[in-house]
């Protein structure tokens, strides 16, 4: 499987960005897959920030993140879609989405289950 993530650049506070991961591969099956997005900042873990399970569209998001991001799927291809507003300098980040089959719902924020990445995306927000 792999993932492509794009979208990233810089805002300024309480902008606006689309984040794209495409997924491919002979392997990919949208009805398995649970694709999330994830950050890191410098120095600090991977955190979770959105995930959605494909066969039935449930999200979860991170706690840092509810209510200013919404995560989406593709109707017709195989792309998900990091909706971000509002965003603050604590969002600045390399985003990375990633994807795994499988996944029960309780397991979507868990980044150690996930093991197929994109190369990340670099998210700065400027205050």
């Known amino acids: 499987v792999q993932l492509q993530a794009s979208g990233g650049g810089l805002v300024q506070a309480g902008g606006s960005l689309r984040l794209s991961c495409a997924a491919s591969g002979p392997n990919f099956s949208r009805s398995r897959y649970t694709v999330g997005w994830f950050r890191q900042a410098p120095g600090k873990e991977r955190e979770f920030v959105a995930g959605?399970?494909?066969?039935?569209?449930?999200?979860r998001y991170g706690d840092s993140v509810k209510g200013r991001f919404t995560i989406s799927k593709d109707s017709v291809g195989n792309t998900v879609y990091l909706q971000m507003s509002s965003l603050k300098a604590e969002d600045t980040a390399v985003y990375y989405c990633?994807?795994?089959?499988?996944?029960?719902?309780?397991?979507?924020?868990?980044?150690?289950?996930?093991?197929?990445w994109g190369q990340g995306t670099q998210v700065t927000v400027s205050s």
């Open positions: 990633g994807a795994q089959p499988d996944m029960i719902v309780s397991s979507i924020p868990q980044v150690r289950l996930y093991n197929n």
């Open positions: 959605i399970r494909w066969r039935d569209g449930i999200t």
